[in-house]
């Protein structure tokens, strides 16, 4: 059988695969569905300093071959967060990494500090959150906001948990605010953040979402997250991890050739709640299939001449 | 809750725009279900709706283990559904959200049902046979009306009435509640609509503050069991106004907090 393992900032992961951020929660409602244990990892809903209810409804809408959401962050705050959920997503043994946006570097930095504390396993900074005004896109827009945020939130961190900036799509350059992460202190980028988009009702002639615009995300999204961990993967020497779209194994394995070491998948957990396991069990088919031994070796291994 | 493949043991034509479909899931294990719950239904092979339609469980046949849902076309989702054939596969999710609740005192029940909102009530009568059941229901025009054999059976009354006044009493749903809750006057109320109706529900229950009213709320959702925070509906407790899961909390709430 293949090696899945993937150790990647020191840390080990039972395979390549992450639930990713906003569509998994805390993982409470999953593990009645299928035994979450399995799972590379968990990234958890976007946690704000203070409790936040979110945007107004409709908050979601269906594109052709994607979805927009526009949620806004709802979330119970990072101390609520830790004393209420953090335990329950630890017993499961599986990597734990705490996703979180701030309005202000102060808020960032603090909470950074809170969870370093924590015995949460790393901290994905989402600087791209594209639905709330104060979600972070200004920080995560700009290759020097990015560099000094990353350094100031890297500065905050008790202890030696590594610190994932998640990156957004919506930016000039994605190489430029790779580097940015990197020179600021980032132990590994992930990307991408959803894009910024919207969906219009004819026949009421409004927007469909409550927000006007929201992130698009989903399969339609894979040409272009795969295109950005590409030039990602050339600019910077920290470790990756991709995601836009993943629905199959061999989606991962795409991301994974261009340069990811681990994989998030999202989007597909709300069409099919099993999607992760799934993938995974796709993944330890396509080794033995292709004679992999150990996943990593996918790592980059695009071969462009 | 689970979710696997079912076949589709029948989708047949209530009237213009409506369907109701009978599923059977493959696995051969049946869920217990509880009445107001929902199910969330894939649309098969289209990549313009991804996600999973909710639709409240309409009747659940131990026996046969079949599980039925109403539907109305409004939009491309529910139309590809219509078009689906008999013996053709489909996953779903069930049973999802927290249903009706009636409690041992609670003897005398009226069900307020605008259009398709009468679906999540019909499950009522089999999972509370003891109850003594009225039946309001309210739609447009006589084209519409459906189903009203099927609450006449089960209801000690039956009151129907048309927009237009085509059929049964003329006008709103509400203004027929109006004219005879006091006649009637249930100690529960259990009720599902468009939300003009929910607001002028709220406004004639306003008189009977006393009356507890169950309301099964609709919104778009994604992941149907809770986690992606989409379905938010807005609840009133205790003067604070919170983000409750349509799919995980509701889809049934009290209507007096309910934010409409």
Known sequence: MANLEVTFCGKKFKNPVIAASGTFGFGREYAEVYDISALGGIATKGITLKRR???????????YGGILNSVGLQNPGVREFLEKELGFLKSHGTVVIVNIAGSTEGEYCEMARLISRSEADMIELNISCPNVKEGGLTFGSRPESIESITRLVKASMEGDMPLIVKLS?????????????????????????????????????????????????????????????????????????????????????EFMLCGASLVQVGTANLIRLDACKRIIEGLEKYCLENGIKDISELTGSLITE | MVEESFTVMDNIKLCEGVYKMTLMPSSGYAQSIKC???????????????????????????????????????????????????????????????????????????????????????????????????????FKERCDVILTKEFEERSSELILCTEDGSMGEAGFVTEALR??????????M??????????????????????????????????????????????????????????????????????L
């Open chain 2, 36 to 138: 107001g719950q929902f199910m969330a239904v894939e649309v098969p092979c289209r990549q313009d709706s991804l996600l999973k339609r909710p639709f409240a469980i309409y009747n659940y046949d131990e026996e046969k283990r079949q599980i039925s849902f109403c539907y109305k076309v409004v939009g491309k989702g529910t139309e590809h559904l219509s078009r689906v054939e008999k013996g053709q596969a489909l996953r779903g999710a069930y049973p999802l959200g927290n249903g009706f609740k009636i409690d041992e005192g609670q003897k005398r029940v009226i069900l307020v049902g605008g259009g398709v909102g009468i679906f999540p009530l019909y499950s009522v009568f089999k999972a509370y046979p003891d109850k003594v059941f009225y039946s309001v229901m309210g």
């Open chain 1, 169 to 253: 799509p919506n930016v000039a350059s994605i190489s430029e605010v790779a580097v940015a992460a990197e020179e600021g202190g980032a132990d590994a980028v992930s990307l991408i953040n959803t894009i910024t988009g919207m969906a219009v009702d004819v026949r009421t002639r409004r927007p469909v979402l409550a927000n006007i615009t929201g992130g698009l995300s989903g399969p339609c999204i894979k040409p272009i997250a795969l295109r950005m961990v590409y030039e990602a993967y050339r600019a910077v020497k920290i470790p990756i991890i991709g995601m836009g779209g993943i629905m199959t194994a061999e989606d991962a394995v």
């Open chain 1, 53 to 63: 209810e979110g945007n107004s409804p409709p908050r979601i809408a269906e594109t």
């Open chain 2, 179 to 188: 004219r005879n809750i006091e006649r009637i006057m249930p100690d529960l």
């Open chain 2, 190 to 259: 259990l009720c599902c609509g468009p939300r003009p109706m929910l607001k002028a529900l709220k406004d004639v229950m306003r008189n009977y503050p006393h009356i507890p009213v169950q309301v099964s709320i609709e919104e778009r959702m994604a992941c149907g069991i809770g986690a992606c925070l989409v379905c938010a509906c807005a609840v009133r407790k205790n003067g604070k106004v919170v983000n409750k899961r349509v799919c995980r909390d509701g889809p049934v709430f009290s209507l007096y907090e309910v934010e």
